[in-house]
T-cell receptor, first 117, second 114 residues
Framework: GESVGLHLPTLSVQEGDNSIINCAYS??????FIWYKQESGKGPQFIID?????DKRQGQRVTVLLNKTVKHLSLQIAATQPGDSAVYFC????????????????FGQGTILTVHP | DTEVTQTPKHLVMGMTNKKSLKCEQH?????MYWYKQKAKKPPELMFV???????INESVPSRFSPECPNSSLLNLHLHALQPEDSALYLC?????????????FGSGTRLTVV
């Protein structure tokens, strides 16, 4: 579920390490998922997406894994760099009871990633 | 062009002012969105426009009035706002509202209501 408090989960890593950011979702009707990176003062920046008919998708230095059985999504960042420091959000496209999406993105609470040189 | 452009980047307004936020995209996307983001929180949906028609209003107070003049432009008219309306206002677009592919955000307008 969503965090109610002001404190986002945090992940601190050393430069060059691999990072794994996790996200749980609740809507079993969601069929499209996106990971965003948000730097301070900026809008969310698209990183990678995955459709529900896949369980893994790779991009440049990033991999998204989807486990529909347990409604879990993860973002793996290889060889993390200081420029990767940001808040990372997972998001899902919500559907209404009839299975129609109106394009509403539902965001997870976010994770603060800090990469130390 | 793969961007969503928002203006202004920063806006300070009094509670009696009327102002407008603007959003533009030239990706041929037919769905456009307004989100509100408070500090340390994820973005929250306000409005969805699909093919230039308002399709979702997430129970937003009437002091926020959206407008979609054409498929590339989205405005948010502000009037009689409250200090608690201070936030980052994000515009987004996607290929269509049905599947949301290509969901792209602008950099936002940082709004401060005094």
């Amino acid at each position: 579920g969503e965090s109610v408090g002001l404190h986002l989960p945090t992940l601190s890593v050393q430069e060059g390490d691999n990072s794994i950011i996790n996200c749980a979702y609740s809507n079993s009707a969601s069929d499209y998922f996106i990971w965003y990176k948000q730097e301070s003062g900026k809008g969310p920046q698209f990183i990678i997406d995955i459709r529900s008919n896949m369980d893994k998708r790779q991009g440049q230095r990033v991999t998204v894994l989807l486990n529909k059985t347990v409604k879990h999504l993860s973002l793996q960042i290889a060889a993390t760099q200081p420029g990767d420091s940001a808040v990372y959000f997972c998001a899902e496209i919500s559907h209404n009871a009839g299975g129609t999406s109106y394009g509403k993105l539902t965001f997870g609470q976010g994770t603060i990633l800090t990469v130390h040189p | 062009d793969t961007e969503v452009t928002q203006t202004p980047k920063h806006l300070v307004m009094g509670m009696t002012n009327k102002k407008s936020l603007k959003c533009e995209q030239h990706m041929g996307h037919r769905a456009m969105y307004w989100y509100k983001q408070k500090a340390k929180k994820p973005p929250e949906l306000m409005f969805v426009y699909s093919y230039e028609k308002l399709s979702i209003n997430e129970s937003v107070p009437s002091r926020f009035s959206p407008e979609c003049p054409n498929s590339s432009l989205l405005n948010l008219h502000l009037h009689a706002l409250q200090p608690e309306d201070s936030a980052l206002y994000l515009c987004a677009s996607s290929q269509d509202a049905g599947r949301g592919y290509g969901y792209t955000f602008g950099s936002g307008t940082r709004l401060t209501v005094v």
